[in-house]
Structures are given as structure tokens and as C-alpha cells.
């Protein structure tokens, strides 16, 4: 029987971490990048291979897929988790930034659509996950760039899933709330309906539920795990 792959950007801590953990828990092999060692670590102790990189540079993407083809020999789920882009009070925001924020959030995901629909169409599907934001549909003047550029992929998710679905490719977004890993003021937890922060390890339990044959139905989604923080219907 062939092990399914699972390529996983940002990797290393956090949600990608964890969700690089629930996939091996399910039996994928794994392919890990990250901007620290702490992926190449991962993917030590789960049997994985691993490059330091970062999601916004083109060669860093490009080698980690070419990484994972050269050692797996196929690609089936692909995770994509950037970091924070630059904030600030809107109109004095540089364009550098903006710009910065294009890169950093989403062209990671149209490269790696670009390299992984070849791969996918001849293997007779595969998925795609981008983990985003709760403010890409509820904008937050605290992070401003982020809920633009995430939006962005929400709606370049909607238009991949339309072109590539004949194909068996799925592509969805996750859209968590405050998460334990990321360091926050406990505060933060109220904001939630279930009045905490989330945990990693149960974020990530939605990213794999996505990326497997669990939600083979569901593509073109923005699905929220925020707690019930935000309102919109």
C-alpha cells in the first residue's frame, strides 16, 4: 500500500506542528518547512525530511516541494501556515509592508497551487489547506494587512476550487481564533463564546479533517474554528 504524503509550510511550531502530529498519527509521511531548525527537529522525531525556509521566498517553496517529491515520490495533502505580516494604524501602513504582506500570505499559496496541481491531477486528486484568520471575513483594525491578504486567499480558494475540482483537488481555508501557541494575553480568552483560548493540538484536528479523505465533499470552504468569537451569519 502507498503512504500518502503531507507537505506541511510552517511546520515547525504551533498549529503546523501539531497538525504535522495529527497527520502522522494518521499514517502520512511528512515533509516539514520552517524559518528555524524546529522543523528539521519535527521531522526527525516523526520520521519526516524537513528544509528551512521561508513560505514567502519562491526558491525556499519550490525546494521543499522538489524535497518531498525527490523523498516520497508523491504529494496528497499540503498544509500552508505563514507567519504575521507587518501592522500598523492603516493609513500609515508603507507600501513596503503591503507589499510584504502580498508575499508573506498570498502568493505562498498560489506557488505552491502552481506546483502541486500537475502532481495532484496525476495522481487523481489531493488537498490543499491555507490556515488564515477569523478577521479575513470580520476585519480588525489591529491587524490590518493580515485580514486583507487573508481575505485575498479566501477568495483565490473559492476560484481554485471551481477550476481544479473536476480534477479531485479540493482547496479550503481554515479561519482559527487565538490560539495558546502564539503566546497571547490571556485576556483574549473572553472574546471566545467558550470564554478560552484554543488549544494547538485541537486546531489541528480541523486542518487534518480537511487535508483527508474525511472531508472529500467539502472544497472551496473558509471553515471557522474560532470558538464561536465571531458573529457574522
Not at 503546523?16 to 528539521?40: I, K, N
Not at 486528486?125 to 486583507?148: C, D, K, N, Q, R
Amino acid at each position: 500500500m502507498t503512504h500518502k504524503t503531507c507537505l506541511i509550510i510552517g511546520g515547525g511550531r504551533g498549529m503546523g506542528a501539531a497538525t504535522a502530529r495529527e497527520m502522522h498519527a494518521r499514517g502520512y509521511q511528512l515533509a516539514l518547512m520552517s524559518p528555524s531548525d524546529s522543523c528539521e527537529k519535527l521531522a526527525k522525531e516523526l520520521g519526516g525530511v524537513a528544509h528551512r525556509g521561508r513560505a514567502e521566498n519562491a526558491d525556499d517553496t519550490k525546494a521543499i516541494f522538489d524535497l518531498t517529491l525527490d523523498t516520497h515520490g508523491r504529494i496528497d495533502a499540503c498544509l500552508i501556515h505563514v507567519g504575521g505580516p507587518p501592522k500598523g494604524d492603516l493609513l500609515d501602513i508603507p507600501d513596503t509592508d503591503w507589499d510584504r504582506a502580498h508575499e508573506m500570505i498570498l502568493m505562498p499559496v498560489i506557488r505552491m497551487a502552481r506546483l502541486l496541481t500537475p502532481v495532484m491531477t496525476a495522481q487523481g486528486g489531493g488537498s490543499i489547506v491555507s490556515i488564515t484568520t477569523y478577521s479575513a471575513f470580520e476585519p480588525s483594525l489591529t491587524f490590518p494587512t493580515s485580514s486583507v491578504y487573508r481575505a485575498g486567499v479566501s477568495n483565490y480558494t473559492k476560484l481554485y476550487s471551481d477550476r481544479y475540482g473536476p480534477d479531485n483537488i479540493r482547496m479550503n481555508c481554515l479561519l482559527p481564533g487565538f490560539t495558546d501557541s502564539l503566546d497571547l494575553p490571556q485576556e483574549l480568552a473572553g472574546k471566545s463564546a467558550l470564554r478560552r483560548l484554543a488549544r494547538a493540538e485541537e486546531q489541528a484536528r480541523v486542518p487534518a479533517f480537511l487535508l483527508t479523505e474525511d472531508s472529500s465533499y467539502i472544497t472551496g470552504q473558509s471553515l471557522r474554528a474560532d470558538g464561536g468569537m465571531t458573529r457574522h451569519m
